[in-house]
């Protein structure tokens, strides 16, 4: 009997992310579309971020260069969580140095209105993006992704990132009910917007919860996780087969709840350890990560000293995929990312 054709689907990524048996560990790494590269400043220059997001052929490019530069298992979807939030109609901005600025914040039932569902053909250029990049990667795989109701939430009520989300918090508590509405309107967002990505080609996908560590357990299982969970069992009902990811910051205490919610792949940070996040989640999930992005500046004695404890860790786990424990940090040596996907790959060759 001869082995399959390569294909995503039989890729080491998708492979670890369903707990089956793979020739290496798969890596990638969180924010490698861009950033550290200099040919994806190159193709940047001069074009704002959202203008890029939103042009296929200058997604399809950014998203293939880090797969060309490091042979990475998987390519990461070159978009920003805001870019469904843009297409549903919002005056929002990515300001340089500061991040997603929204022009009219929603803080009253009146504002909610302003927020309509996002339907698939509000986002034309997501689907070719995706369609042309499925052609360009051929066997690697490409993940789709989304940012998480709670971290949508928080950005449309503070009006752009926040140090302490008093606004969000005041809000949660103090008018559940909207807070319950506009969350299951951004859980509706998300998960059409990962659907789309999937429906054109995508094999997995992350939902992304950047600010979900600010929470108590308490408040994240009765304010956000209903949710999460509606984005990721919604998306499961009509995508089977195709892994999804859960990662939070700073969600060390958060763990069972996120990986509950509904995931193939829990998510882990730089903060806890795989042996950890293992232990908490009962060893029911593969997980995902999770080298500290500072370690990259290391000297390569140290760093390589951490990748080989973390690709131990790894094989305790029922599949574990290689990653950093947050983004690259744009700083970061091209060089220094394309050694550890070698090395992790030399380590964990079967």
Known sequence: MTDPLPSPATSPLVRAGLQQEVPHTPVWFMRQAGRSLPEYR????????????????????????????????????????????????????????VGPVIAEPIRTRADLDRLPELTPDMVPDITESVRLLVAELGPTPLIGFAGAPFTLASYLVEGGPSKN??????????????????????????????????????????????????????????????????????????????????????????????????????????????????????????????????LLFAPWEALERRVREIVEEGRRAPGHIFNLGHGVLPSTDPEVLTRVVELVHRLSAR
């Open 42 to 97: 190159k193709v940047r220059e001069g074009i704002p971020m959202l203008e890029s997001c939103r042009t296929p052929e200058l997604v399809t490019e950014i998203t293939l260069q880090p797969v060309r530069r490091h042979g990475v298992d998987a390519a990461i979807f070159f978009s920003d969580i805001v870019v469904p939030l843009m297409a549903v109609g919002l005056d929002l901005e990515i300001v340089a140095g």
């Open 165 to 294: 989300h008093e606004r969000t918090k005041a809000l949660m508590h103090g008018d559940p009910e909207l807070w319950h509405a506009l969350c299951a309107r951004l859980a509706q967002i998300s998960g059409v917007f990962l659907s789309v990505q999937a429906e054109a080609g995508a094999s997995a996908v992350q939902l992304f919860d950047s600010w979900a560590g600010f929470l108590s357990r308490a408040d994240y299982l009765e304010h956000v996780e209903p949710h999460s969970r509606a984005v990721l069992s919604t998306f499961a009902g009509a995508h089977p087969g195709v892994p999804r990811i859960h990662f939070g910051v700073g969600t060390g205490e958060l763990l069972p709840a996120m990986a509950e919610a509904g995931t193939e792949v829990i998510g882990v940070d730089y903060r806890v350890s795989l042996t950890d996040a293992l232990e908490r989640t009962g060893g029911r999930y593969a997980v995902q990560g999770n080298l500290d992005p500072a």
